[in-house]
């Protein structure tokens, strides 16, 4: 897949794979000058083009067989290993919750919602997102948690590698983390790591495209953020967007939350908790087209 078949037209039934994003994401058909998305096309396309062609070759032998239709609705709880909130409303409260990311985006907005969606009354939420590739300003909000008296942090890194300095002032300062979403380079000290399941989405994103072959398909992506959701709105049953493998930060935050009141509450976690993916197409787009997120 070059960059010329990315930026110009297109033969019929060209299938294109996208990870979207919260900033740059493709929306049209139409020759693409934007040196921007270029740079972005090209760092994507190696990437892409071997874990897509992988998942596309899963998906023959393994997977798609078993879908019932393009569309999907969201998993059931229990698919995505369900946790039932531990102590909620058997403690009086008091509970003071750090969450930080590794910058400003709606996905994180979202997470925010969900953990506050679990919190019980009387507990507080500290949020404060990080900045893009300023890993030394994520270990000063770890610093300011510690200084006012933070329970347990929920842990997004700005840097896989340099979290090690923030994990590590965390330890001595007793304070607990759960790592979310992306998982930090040293796992030792964190209590579990819960995070989309990215190869089930790749894989179901794939699959879609396979079913949906013969048509004239033109673009499959994985995320279900706000900007692919209002172009597949906006475009209908014939546009762009044929479907996008949906993550759920909300949900997403609720599940560390109630992690965080199972830990507090002295059970013990598993290593990693996934959250699964399911399908948007323009044939169920109105249904969640209301929020940026799910």
């Known amino acids: ?53 992988a998942l596309m070759v899963l998906c023959l032998f393994a997977g798609c067989g078993t879908q019932e239709s393009e569309t999907s609705e969201p998993p059931a709880a229990e698919s995505a290993d369900p946790v039932e909130t531990a102590g909620a409303g058997e403690t009086e409260g008091g509970y ?3 969450l930080t990311t590794m910058g400003e985006a709606s996905f994180w907005d979202a997470v925010e919602e969900g953990v506050l969606n679990v919190m019980n009354e009387g507990d507080e939420l500290i949020f404060v997102e990080g900045e893009h590739g300023n890993a030394a300003g994520q270990v000063d909000i770890i610093e ?22 923030c994990l590590n002032l965390l330890e001595e300062a007793g304070i607990p983390v759960i ?18 399941d990215n190869y089930a989405a790749g894989a179901l994103a794939a699959c879609s495209a396979i079913t949906g072959a013969g048509a004239d398909v033109d673009l499959y992506s994985v995320n279900g953020g706000p900007e692919a959701k209002a172009k597949m709105l906006a475009d209908g049953e014939e546009g762009v967007w044929r479907a996008t ?27 990693e908790y996934l959250i699964d993916a399911f399908i948007i197409s323009p044939a169920n787009i109105e249904e969640y087209a209301g929020s940026d997120w799910q």
């Not at 493998?245 to 290593?271: D, F, H, N, R, V």
Request: aromatic share 12%; with cysteine; proline share 4%.
């Open 144 to 165: 300011d948690f510690i200084a006012q008296g933070c329970d347990l942090v929920f842990f997004n890194p700005v840097d896989a590698d340099a979290a090690t300095s």
């Open 96 to 98: 003071k919750f750090g």
């Open 179 to 196: 790592n979310f979403d992306s998982a930090c380079t040293d796992m030792s000290t964190v209590e579990t790591f819960c995070a989309t």
């Open 245 to 271: 493998s949906a993550q759920q930060p909300i949900k997403m935050g609720e599940t560390i939350c109630e992690l965080a009141y199972q830990y507090l509450a002295g059970e013990e976690l598993e290593s």
């Open 1 to 53: 897949m070059d960059e010329k078949t990315i930026t110009h037209a297109r033969p019929p039934g060209f299938v294109f794979f996208l990870w979207e994003n919260d900033y740059s994401v493709i929306t049209s058909a139409k020759p693409k000058k934007n040196m921007q998305m270029k740079r972005k096309v090209e760092k994507m396309k190696k990437y892409i083009a071997l874990l897509l062609s």
